[in-house]
Protein backbone atom coordinates (compact mmCIF):
# COMPACT_ATOMS: atom_id res chain seq x y z
CA UNK A 1 0.00 0.00 0.00
CA UNK A 2 1.22 3.32 -0.91
CA UNK A 3 1.23 6.15 1.81
CA UNK A 4 -1.36 7.78 0.31
CA UNK A 5 -3.33 4.81 0.66
CA UNK A 6 -2.88 4.24 4.40
CA UNK A 7 -3.41 8.25 5.30
CA UNK A 8 -6.89 7.45 3.43
CA UNK A 9 -7.75 4.58 5.70
CA UNK A 10 -6.37 5.79 8.84
CA UNK A 11 -8.86 8.86 8.06
CA UNK A 12 -12.01 6.70 6.90
CA UNK A 13 -11.70 4.82 10.23
CA UNK A 14 -11.16 7.98 12.64
CA UNK A 15 -14.40 9.54 11.04
CA UNK A 16 -16.37 5.98 11.57
CA UNK A 17 -15.08 5.94 15.21
CA UNK A 18 -15.71 9.13 15.80
CA UNK A 19 -19.39 8.60 14.22
CA UNK A 20 -20.35 5.45 15.71
CA UNK A 21 -19.20 7.21 19.45
CA UNK A 22 -21.45 6.47 21.86
CA UNK A 23 -23.11 9.39 23.95
CA UNK A 24 -22.15 7.68 27.32
CA UNK A 25 -24.84 9.85 29.13
CA UNK A 26 -27.68 9.28 27.11
CA UNK A 27 -30.85 7.16 28.25
CA UNK A 28 -32.98 7.73 31.61
CA UNK A 29 -31.54 8.81 35.33
CA UNK A 30 -32.95 8.98 38.25
CA UNK A 31 -33.09 12.74 39.53
CA UNK A 32 -34.39 11.71 43.23
CA UNK A 33 -38.26 12.71 43.82
CA UNK A 34 -39.90 10.72 41.90
CA UNK A 35 -38.07 12.64 38.93
CA UNK A 36 -36.85 10.50 35.82
CA UNK A 37 -34.64 12.58 33.12
CA UNK A 38 -34.08 11.30 29.74
CA UNK A 39 -30.90 12.87 28.60
CA UNK A 40 -30.41 13.01 24.32
CA UNK A 41 -28.57 14.08 21.93
CA UNK A 42 -29.85 17.13 19.93
CA UNK A 43 -26.61 17.98 17.06
CA UNK A 44 -23.74 18.48 19.28
CA UNK A 45 -25.56 19.47 22.29
CA UNK A 46 -27.35 17.22 24.85
CA UNK A 47 -30.75 17.84 26.88
CA UNK A 48 -32.49 15.93 29.30
CA UNK A 49 -36.56 16.18 29.56
CA UNK A 50 -38.39 15.30 32.60
CA UNK A 51 -40.36 11.91 31.25
CA UNK A 52 -41.33 10.27 34.47
CA UNK A 53 -42.62 12.19 37.48
CA UNK A 54 -44.09 11.67 41.03
CA UNK A 55 -46.97 14.02 39.89
CA UNK A 56 -47.34 13.22 36.20
CA UNK A 57 -50.10 16.32 36.18
CA UNK A 58 -47.55 19.12 37.73
CA UNK A 59 -48.00 22.36 36.18
CA UNK A 60 -45.08 24.43 35.30
CA UNK A 61 -46.77 27.34 37.37
CA UNK A 62 -43.49 28.93 38.33
CA UNK A 63 -42.28 29.43 34.61
CA UNK A 64 -40.79 33.02 33.58
CA UNK A 65 -43.14 32.27 30.08
CA UNK A 66 -46.35 33.17 31.11
CA UNK A 67 -47.45 31.29 28.01
CA UNK A 68 -45.97 27.88 29.39
CA UNK A 69 -47.24 27.92 33.35
CA UNK A 70 -50.61 25.82 32.12
CA UNK A 71 -48.37 23.30 30.87
CA UNK A 72 -47.28 19.71 32.32
CA UNK A 73 -43.66 19.56 33.42
CA UNK A 74 -43.75 15.99 32.27
CA UNK A 75 -41.97 16.33 28.77
CA UNK A 76 -39.95 19.36 29.11
CA UNK A 77 -36.74 19.87 29.07
CA UNK A 78 -34.53 20.32 32.43
CA UNK A 79 -31.26 20.09 30.72
CA UNK A 80 -30.68 22.32 28.33
CA UNK A 81 -27.81 23.11 25.75
CA UNK A 82 -24.23 21.14 27.32
CA UNK A 83 -21.25 20.50 25.19
CA UNK A 84 -19.14 17.92 25.48
CA UNK A 85 -15.58 19.65 27.35
CA UNK A 86 -13.57 16.53 28.40
CA UNK A 87 -14.16 12.66 28.08
CA UNK A 88 -16.90 12.96 31.14
CA UNK A 89 -17.71 16.15 31.42
CA UNK A 90 -20.06 18.50 29.99
CA UNK A 91 -20.23 22.43 30.44
CA UNK A 92 -22.06 25.45 28.82
CA UNK A 93 -25.44 23.92 29.73
CA UNK A 94 -28.46 25.13 31.77
CA UNK A 95 -30.61 23.10 34.33
CA UNK A 96 -34.40 24.48 35.03
CA UNK A 97 -35.81 24.28 38.15
CA UNK A 98 -39.29 23.84 38.20
CA UNK A 99 -39.46 24.79 41.79
CA UNK A 100 -38.64 28.57 40.92
CA UNK A 101 -39.01 29.08 37.35
CA UNK A 102 -34.94 30.05 37.49
CA UNK A 103 -32.37 28.93 35.26
CA UNK A 104 -29.02 28.24 35.97
CA UNK A 105 -25.77 27.78 34.63
CA UNK A 106 -24.27 24.09 35.09
CA UNK A 107 -21.94 21.43 34.49
CA UNK A 108 -21.46 17.59 34.10
CA UNK A 109 -19.81 14.95 35.37
CA UNK A 110 -19.81 11.06 35.51
CA UNK A 111 -18.12 9.38 37.73
CA UNK A 112 -18.58 5.42 39.01
CA UNK A 113 -22.29 5.56 36.65
CA UNK A 114 -23.12 8.21 39.14
CA UNK A 115 -24.07 11.67 37.08
CA UNK A 116 -22.94 14.92 39.52
CA UNK A 117 -24.79 18.05 38.20
CA UNK A 118 -23.67 20.99 39.48
CA UNK A 119 -26.17 24.12 39.13
CA UNK A 120 -24.83 27.76 39.76
CA UNK A 121 -24.94 31.40 38.93
CA UNK A 122 -21.97 32.71 37.90
CA UNK A 123 -18.62 30.85 39.17
CA UNK A 124 -19.51 26.82 40.40
CA UNK A 125 -17.73 27.72 43.87
CA UNK A 126 -21.10 29.17 44.54
CA UNK A 127 -23.42 26.15 43.09
CA UNK A 128 -25.65 23.16 44.53
CA UNK A 129 -24.41 19.64 43.02
CA UNK A 130 -27.19 17.06 42.78
CA UNK A 131 -26.43 13.47 42.26
CA UNK A 132 -28.27 10.92 40.01
CA UNK A 133 -28.29 7.30 38.96
CA UNK A 134 -29.02 5.78 36.33
CA UNK A 135 -32.42 3.90 35.47
CA UNK A 136 -32.73 0.57 34.06
CA UNK A 137 -35.67 -0.47 32.43
CA UNK A 138 -37.27 -2.41 34.79
CA UNK A 139 -37.17 0.89 37.23
CA UNK A 140 -38.79 3.45 35.14
CA UNK A 141 -41.60 1.40 34.36
CA UNK A 142 -45.09 2.81 35.75
CA UNK A 143 -46.74 -0.38 37.65
Not at 70 to 76: F, I, M, R, T, Y
Not at 121 to 126: D, H, M, N, R
Request: with cysteine; glycine share 10%; hydrophobic share 35%.
Amino acid sequence: MSPKTIYLSIIIVSITLVASAKCNICGKWDAGRGGIIEIYENGDKLYGKLVESQDPNRIDTENPDKALRNEKLVGHNILIGFQQAKDLTWKNGKIYNPDNGELYDAKITLKNEVLKIRGFVGIALFGKTVKWSRVTDSISQNP
